[in-house]
């Protein structure tokens, strides 16, 4: 007889939905169950046998494109960026789509491996591979142990063996490494062009997730890839040592040319390198214990406390690790606190710092009493000169001879090394008083907290307590020539309208006496000597050398201000510099008015004396008024005084306006109700200035 003719793929389709149909109606009855095996088994039969090539085969062929290989029936296309299955061979359609979602963690492992074949440079990215690495062995173990699971037939058959894994067996146990392999893939494009502390960051925001699988995986990457971060760590707070070939570490140094900058200049934090699971606090804690570790080494010369905290970091690197952040806290903030106080008890014993500080308030700040008087004394003659003959050695010798003369003489012979001269920059028709100013040498490390910014400001406190005090001086000695040459005139018998005039030299001077000296006291007390009281209460608070330079900072800063040297203050200044130089002005117009009395005083003593030789008797017979003409002030003299007068009274009412500015100047109201007790100035110039705002007062015009 002739065969039947085999039967095409639809007709064992049809012959398969046949079966399934008896196999329901078979259900229904308890009493067909060897029935319902029967036809099972035949529908099994017939589902493998409508494919072309066994499910063992494909099983394969998915295992191996799961290590990222092709094989016989399953390749990967370039085109589509995925891997298909052969279009040639009939696999039914829901078998095709479960093949096609099997591939899927081949194709995420081609990423991943082209990702870890890409050349990176630096340590924390490396540390990435490798733990990365060591996740995709324990995948291909897995595959190992799948893959000794394929039953394939002894013959060409496409049956399947009973025991054998199956796709659908091969699903259930790819579940978990397709998580593992897309968090993984995630991690690596997340990451890609990244590096160090931001690479770090990168990685730790997937550890964020819902999912506690995947966040133990992440969390088992992240502490491997931040091991050499925090070594790094270790490194620096402990040693103080940078070890980044490859600028990971967020301190990053820049060469500079002194030590004197490296506390301020040479280290500096690259946010973008701070990883996001350690905090700002911590973060600057990191910065400073080890920029205090250099500081030690290099401007303290310390070597015996580097090697002490070098052996303390030995033992706490098991501490600095990623998931320790108790421990990790504890041992960073032992490392500060222990480093800083060794810092400052360093700075305030062997190198003296609060000493200096006291030093430069005596000496730059005119503290030291005796000895700027001996000096203002001494050097007169010398500032007397025009700026371009005064010479520097011969000032410091007079400062040398100051120092000899007076009490501080005694003082820490480092201080009085340390004291010198400095010449300023000098105008057209400046004099020595304008270009000299006491200096103070300062080196590291000490120059760490005396930066030059702090000089600059203490030169330029200087130069205006200088000026005050110069024209105290003059004051003193305008004072004195009056009181001389006033006795004498009345010896002569000055006319009473000499005398008159004298004491109206004499009010105008004990006026701006009466400014001076509340100036003078407001400054001393309500700015120096108050700055510096806050300053001895914020200098042993201090944790850090950072606080310590911020409290000398302030306390700078707090003088300029008050002393009304800021730029906040600077219109009030301007008035104040016009005050002081109407004063100089006057000064000088009372040194002239002195020298022209004295020498028609000279005259008349000399004209007698000649009379009284050729006559023979010893009396002056000048008549009254020949003795009024020789005495009397010149005009000009007394029309210069008038002027200076009144242009000194203007800036006097300028200043108190400026000083009403109480958002700008709310530490003046004090000396402007000394300046003002009787309302004086206000009762002379307030309604001039009524509808002046504070702080904006306009000049008024000269008094007729």
């Known amino acids: 007889p002739r065969p039947a003719p085999a039967l095409s793929h639809a007709d064992q389709a049809s012959e398969a939905i046949a079966s399934v149909s008896v196999l329901e109606q078979a259900a229904v009855s308890s009493s067909a169950t060897k029935q319902r095996h029967a036809l099972y088994k035949r529908f099994k039969e017939l589902k493998v046998d409508s494919m072309d090539v066994s499910e063992a085969v494909l099983v394969r062929d998915v295992l191996y494109a799961m290590q990222g290989i092709d094989g016989r029936y399953i390749h990967f296309e370039d085109a589509s ?196 699971f350690i905090d700002p606090v911590m973060t600057s804690k990191v910065f400073n214990t080890g920029k205090s570790i250099n500081f030690l080494r290099y401007c303290c010369a310390d070597m015996a406390y580097v090697r002490d905290s070098s052996a303390r970091g030995l033992e706490a690197a098991n501490d600095l690790a990623y998931g320790n952040s108790e421990t990790m806290r504890a041992a960073i903030d032992g490392a500060a606190a222990l480093t800083n106080a060794h810092l400052l008890s360093t700075m305030r014993t062997k190198f003296k710092l609060l000493e200096h500080c006291d030093a430069i308030r005596r000496y730059l700040l005119l503290g030291q009493g005796d000895f700027i008087e001996v000096l203002m004394d001494m050097l007169g003659e010398e500032l007397g000169k025009p700026a371009e003959r005064v010479r520097k050695h011969n000032l410091t010798g007079v400062v040398e001879a100051a120092l000899r003369a007076s009490n501080a003489q005694y003082d820490d012979p480092e201080v009085l090394e340390r004291l010198d001269v400095r010449m300023l920059q000098a105008s057209a028709g400046d004099t020595g008083w304008e270009v000299f100013a006491l200096d103070y040498r300062v080196d590291s490390p000490i120059s760490t907290v005396f930066d030059p910014a702090s000089m600059a400001k203490y ?65 001393m007390f309500d700015v120096l000597e108050a700055s510096w009281d806050a300053l001895e209460k914020d200098l042993p608070d201090a944790s850090d050398l950072d606080e310590l330079i911020s409290a000398h900072k302030a306390y700078v800063e707090s003088i300029e201000q008050r002393a009304l040297l800021s730029r906040d203050s600077r219109h009030a200044h301007a008035a104040l510099c016009k005050v002081i130089d109407c004063i100089a002005q006057f000064t000088s117009i009372q040194s002239r008015l002195h020298v022209e009395l004295t020498e028609a005083a000279a005259k008349l003593h000399a004209a007698a004396e000649t009379r009284g030789r050729d006559a023979g008797w010893g009396t002056d017979d000048r008549t009254e008024e020949e003795i009024a003409a020789a005495l009397a002030v010149p005009v000009k003299l007394r029309e210069s005084a008038q002027s200076t007068l009144e242009e000194y009274r203007k800036a006097v009412w300028a200043l108190l306006r400026h000083m009403e500015d109480t958002d700008r100047l709310p530490f003046t109201s004090p000396l402007r109700f000394k300046l003002d007790f009787n309302e004086f100035y206000e009762a002379a110039h307030g309604d001039e200035l009524r509808g002046a705002p504070p702080g904006h007062a306009p000049e008024p015009s000269p008094s007729p």
Not at 84 to 102: E, H, K, N, S, Y
Not at 174 to 193: F, N
């Open 81 to 276: 960026d995925t891997y298909v299955l052969d279009a040639t061979i009939f696999v039914p359609a829901p078998m095709r789509g479960l093949v096609q979602r099997l591939c899927e963690p081949g194709w995420l492992f081609r990423r991943i491996r082209a990702h870890l074949r890409k050349p990176e440079e630096g340590v924390i990215a490396q540390s990435l591979k490798g733990a990365i690495q060591d996740e995709m062995a324990e995948y291909f173990r897995l595959l190992a142990v799948l893959e000794g699971q394929i039953v394939l037939p002894e013959t060409d058959s496409v049956r399947l063996a009973e025991d054998g894994l199956t796709l659908r067996r091969l699903a259930v146990w790819s579940e978990e490494p397709l998580q593992r392999l897309r968090t993984i893939a995630l991690i690596l494009d997340g990451s890609d062009g990244c590096k160090g502390g931001m690479l770090a960051s990168r990685v730790f925001e997937y550890s964020q997730h819902g999912d506690p699988a995947v966040a133990l995986l992440v969390e088992r990457i992240l502490r491997q890839v931040s091991a050499p971060f925090f070594e790094m760590i270790r490194k620096w707070v402990f040693e103080g040592e940078l070890e980044d070939a490859y600028g990971e570490f967020f301190v990053k140094a820049k060469d500079v040319e002194t030590d004197e900058e490296l506390w301020s200049q040479k280290y500096f934090v690259d946010n973008a390198m701070v990883p996001s």
């Open 459 to 523: 030169y330029k406190i200087f130069v205006f307590l200088w000026k005050l005090k110069r024209i105290e001086h003059s004051l003193t000695s305008a004072w004195s020539q009056h009181m001389q040459i006033h006795s004498e005139l009345q010896a002569l018998g000055a006319p009473r309208d000499t005398l008159d005039h004298l004491r109206v030299f004499h009010g105008l001077r004990n006026e701006m006496v009466h400014f001076l000296s509340n100036l003078q006291h407001y400054v």
